[in-house]
């Protein structure tokens, strides 16, 4: 299918219908029995339910969702779950009813004349179900159908016969035409020009025209003056936005949350620009309607792909404190179920999850099939570009600054060739300077630690050990503040110990519900003066410890970035530590003061719970040194490693003057990368691992599941078409049957939405509707902005 742009009722709970008013007839108790005594069903239990129950249980009307007059429908139950259990009347829904002592409960109904059920009847249908409800094959499933004109197929009505055939311009003036002259009223007039260009700028772009757009339209006296004003205006960006607003008014869309706290989507305004980008570009209604509802499942989706279910994000968001997650989540699904049925096949499906839908044909089972399609969709974040322009615009920056790089690494390559023929030299040359130096032995005396304290509303409890104890609050980030005092002479670093503590998640040393901690950055500032009026930042040359998460190093804490730091995964429960060694020790005289700062600043709570902190007296030639650069000095020349050629090359690299020039270049131009123009959107994005299994909601409950359901549609319409017979239907499926050309639905509903919108508004050229075709590609008539090959289904000037 390939057509182009342009109350729910009180819910009365009904557990079981009456679907017996039963008279008895004391000829079928006996004597239509089979000849092997079993019971006959088409003599003695079919004609007891055609009498008395297909009124309200068959063919024409479903009450509850359940049907008596096929074998498949009645197995299957209705709302409240499978009535007739074969071989178990205690089981089944219906001999409990038949036999209830609560006349609330008992079927038929007090106000059936049959009510009771007579014994005689009752232990027909006992031992019918004992024998297994032994239904003949006449009598088993067909496909639900109706003859409202609504469902029946689309198809082409010839534009009728009018007299005036001198108005018409097109097929659809002929249906205007006809009712104007059946009630004897004659078409109005053909606007003057000056009404024509208000009436077209509204219609199409929903602004006035401006005055010196008015005067060269009514001047211009050639035969395509109109067409050409037409195809201007549809060419228009402002096209798009004027008619977009009416889709994003059907999909409820809005950029804050709703609710009290009615927090702002900022990226809300993205999705509203790629439905007014698709009407620009007239993307075809199917293509519209599947990227929407499945987009993110298309082959190969890309980011535009998934931007479209964005369309499933408007529902409220409650991010009120103590809400039920699931009960608010289990509503958003409810709510893109509502949206779709109204939408797409104009029925109110909401009205059936707390029961069968009253009116329409819409089982509560049928509602709960179509909630299992979005069930298993989970609300997820997409980066998205956040223009075809700006994307533009950022390949080419991003070209020359590739090749930038380029020429730099070049350099930097043939510097780094240059350097290995001499790195045998460098290296005696490195060796010879670290035996110059002392080496004085390394110790780790205490702090006196004067304050500690913490932001983020957690306390800072000294132990007495001397370690502190992290408390109260467990914000997602926090800094913790610590000052103290030493009258050592050189100190040439601070130890941090991590500990563990019974109160912590699974003894720590973090505070996060696995132990683990991400230690951001760890800064010490030091003072002659307990005010800090003159402070020096300490340069660290280096760091070590004990263990480090693969990819968290105790040096990602002095790099001065936030999204790096130590972390021990997965050695939780356990004490570490970590050095940091200062470039150059501190002075030795008088008494000095510290301020040390510990930023964890990764989120998710991922702070310290337990720490001491020591300083570091004495030193080592290698101080200041990266680890990997010691261990491969340490290693016999021609039993190195390729990795560990590689770390001298490049510590000789970043110690020679035009080397360190090269790499110096390289940062800066690293820093003025172009940065991609994206925006995280709100999307959609299937469930992969462990999917949820779906239910029907008694009265629309969430803690009340009963039935077991599938992923299906509506029995009333054309049946679903899986991509895959081995796997359960999904969203791509149901996005398939919308726009199935058996689906009669959606053509007739899309009609129904813009007809009204233009309309009421009058027409291009007259007063009555009408629409000249335009030559512009996109070939839109101008009376509601679709398309001219979309052609008026049969019946559609019913409703």
């Not at 700028?201 to 050409?228: C, H, M, N, T």
């Not at 050189?490 to 941090?496: A, N, T």
């Not at 050629?645 to 790499?663: N, P």
């Not at 007739?748 to 291009?764: E, M, Q, T, Y």
Request: overall charge negative.
């Amino acid at each position: 299918m390939r057509f182009r742009w342009m109350s729910c009722l009180l819910a009365i709970h009904v557990t079981l219908p009456a679907f017996f008013i039963l008279t008895v007839a004391v000829w079928a108790a006996e004597g239509g029995a089979k000849p092997d005594g079993k019971i006959d069903f088409q003599r003695q239990i079919q004609p007891l339910l055609a009498k008395h129950c297909y009124e309200c249980h068959g063919s024409e009307t479903q009450e509850a969702g359940f049907r008596l007059d096929l074998r498949d429908k009645a197995l299957l139950g209705g709302d409240s779950g499978p009535a007739i259990v074969p071989g178990d009347p205690a089981g089944s829904q219906l001999f409990d009813r038949i036999t209830a002592t609560d006349e609330d409960e008992r079927m038929p109904p007090t106000w059936s004349e049959t009510s009771p059920l007579a014994p005689q009847a009752i232990e027909l249908f006992r031992r019918w179900i004992v024998e297994g409800a032994n239904w003949p094959a006449a009598f088993r499933a067909e496909r639900i159908t109706s003859d409202h004109w609504a469902y029946q197929p689309l198809g082409r009505n010839a534009p009728p016969e009018v007299k005036n055939t001198q108005w018409i311009r097109n097929g659809i003036d002929n249906f205007v035409l006809a009712r104007l002259e059946a009630a004897g009223i004659d078409p109005s007039e053909e606007a003057d020009r000056h009404t024509l260009i208000k009436r077209l700028f509204y219609d199409l772009i929903g602004l006035p025209p401006e005055p010196e757009q008015v005067d060269p339209f009514v001047d211009d006296r050639s035969p395509d003056a109109y067409e050409k004003l037409v195809n201007r205006l549809l060419a228009s960006p402002r096209f798009g936005e004027r008619w977009g607003r009416h889709w994003l008014d059907k999909a409820r869309f809005a950029d804050s949350d709703g609710y009290e706290k009615d927090n702002p989507r900022p990226d809300a305004w993205r999705w509203r620009d790629w439905v007014i980008d698709a009407v620009n570009r007239d993307m075809p209604f199917d293509e519209f309607t599947v990227r929407q509802l499945a987009g993110d499942l298309l082959p190969e989706a890309g980011p535009i792909d998934r931007l479209a279910t964005a369309f499933h994000r408007q529902t409220l968001t409650n991010t009120e404190g103590g809400v039920d997650q699931e009960e608010f989540r289990v509503a958003a699904v409810k709510d893109r179920v509502d949206t779709t049925g109204a939408i797409w096949l104009g029925l109110t499906v909401g009205c059936a999850q707390c029961h069968s839908h009253k009116y329409d044909q819409i089982t509560q089972r049928e509602y709960y099939q179509l909630f299992a399609f979005f069930n298993n969709g989970d609300e997820a974040t997409a980066e998205v570009p956040t223009s075809d322009e700006a994307t533009a615009r950022y390949e080419e920056a991003k070209k020359k600054h590739d090749a930038k790089s380029a020429d730099l690494a070049a350099k930097l390559a043939d510097r780094r060739e240059a350097l290995s023929e001499t790195l045998p030299f460098w290296e005696a040359k490195l060796r010879t300077k670290l035996e110059a130096v002392p080496e004085k032995p390394v110790e780790f005396p205490p702090l006196e630690i004067l304050s500690a304290k913490s932001d983020g509303g957690a306390t800072l409890e000294r132990l007495d050990d001397g370690s502190y104890l992290a408390g109260g609050a467990n914000p997602d980030r926090a800094t913790y503040t610590i000052i103290a005092k030493s009258g050592l002479g050189e100190i040439s670093g601070v130890r941090l110990q991590t500990l563990t503590h019974d109160s912590l998640p699974q003894q720590g040393p973090g505070r996060v519900d696995h132990g683990n901690f991400v230690l951001s950055e760890f800064r010490v500032e030091t003072s002659k003066t307990e005010d800090f009026k003159q402070i020096a930042a300490i340069e660290f040359a280096g760091a070590e410890a004990d263990h480090a998460q693969a990819g968290w190093p105790p040096t990602g804490a002095i790099d001065g970035r936030t999204d790096t730091g130590w972390a021990v995964a997965p050695q939780f429960g356990r004490d570490h530590w970590a050095v940091f060694v200062a470039g150059s020790p501190l002075g030795s005289e008088g008494t000095k003061y510290l301020k040390i700062t510990l930023s964890f600043q990764y989120g998710s709570r991922h702070t310290l719970g337990r720490f001491r902190l020591k300083a570091r007296a004495g030193s080592k030639p290698s101080d200041g040194l990266p680890s990997e650069l010691v261990e491969a000095l340490a290693a016999v020349p021609d039993r190195r490693s390729e990795g560990q050629k590689r770390v001298l090359l490049d510590y000789s690299l970043s110690q020679d003057s035009v080397g360190k020039k090269l790499l110096q270049e390289i940062a800066e131009h690293e820093k003025k990368e172009p940065r991609r123009p994206v925006v995280a959107a709100r999307v959609i994005a299937q469930r992969c691992t462990e999917p949820r299994r779906n239910f029907v909601l008694n009265r629309g409950d969430f803690l009340q599941p009963t039935i077991e359901v599938s992923p299906n549609t509506l029995e009333v319409l054309p049946p679903l078409k899986p991509r895959s017979p081995e796997a359960l239907p999904d969203r791509l499926d149901l996005a398939h049957w919308v726009v199935d050309p058996a689906n009669p639905l959606p053509p007739r509903v899309a009609v129904n939405h813009l007809w009204p919108i233009f309309s009421a508004k009058g027409s291009c050229r007259r007063s009555t509707i009408s629409a000249p075709a335009a030559s512009h590609p996109r070939t839109r008539n101008c009376w509601t902005g679709l398309p001219a090959a979309l052609s008026l289904p049969d019946g559609a000037g019913k409703k």
